[in-house]
C-alpha cells in the first residue's frame, strides 16, 4: 500500500503565505509524478501544480508566479509554497502520487492524501 500524509494547511490573510507538506511512503513502489489538486463545494476537483521524477514542474495559470512545486527524492516528500495568496485559493487541498510497483510488472496506483483546508480571508 502507498500511504500519504499531509502537513501545512491553515487560515491565513490574503497575501499571507502557507507551505503544505506530502510524505509518500511504501516498500517496493517508485513516485513518479507528484502533485496537488484542490477543490471547492461548487468546483470540480482541478490541478494546482504536478512536478516528475527528474524535477520539471506543471502550474495552473492562476497560481503560476505565486506557487512554487519542489520535492525531496531522498524522503519521498512533495512541498508546495503558496505566496501571495487570495480569497480565491480558499479550498481543500489535495497530494496526489503516481507509485508503480518495483515488482509486480504493469501495477501503479494514483494515490491521494485525506485532504488539507486551506482558507483566506480578507
Known amino acids: 500500500q502507498v500511504q500519504l500524509v499531509e502537513s501545512g494547511g491553515g487560515l491565513v490573510q490574503a497575501g499571507g503565505s502557507l507551505r503544505l507538506s506530502c510524505a509518500a511512503s511504501?516498500?517496493?513502489?517508485?513516485?513518479?509524478?507528484m502533485g496537488w489538486y484542490r477543490q471547492t463545494p461548487r468546483k470540480e476537483r482541478e490541478l494546482v501544480a504536478t512536478?516528475?521524477?527528474?524535477?520539471?514542474?506543471n502550474y495552473a495559470d492562476s497560481v503560476k508566479g505565486r506557487f512554487t512545486i519542489s520535492r525531496d527524492n531522498t524522503k519521498n516528500t512533495v512541498h508546495l509554497q503558496m505566496n501571495s495568496l487570495k480569497p480565491e485559493d480558499t479550498a481543500m487541498y489535495y497530494c496526489?502520487?503516481?507509485?508503480?510497483?518495483?515488482?509486480?510488472?504493469?501495477?501503479?496506483?494514483?494515490?491521494w492524501g485525506q485532504g488539507t483546508q486551506v482558507t483566506v480571508s480578507s
Open positions: 511504501g516498500s517496493m513502489w517508485t513516485f513518479n509524478t
Open positions: 496526489n502520487v503516481e507509485a508503480v510497483s518495483d515488482q509486480a510488472v504493469g501495477v501503479s496506483v494514483d494515490a
Open positions: 512536478i516528475t521524477s527528474d524535477g520539471d514542474t
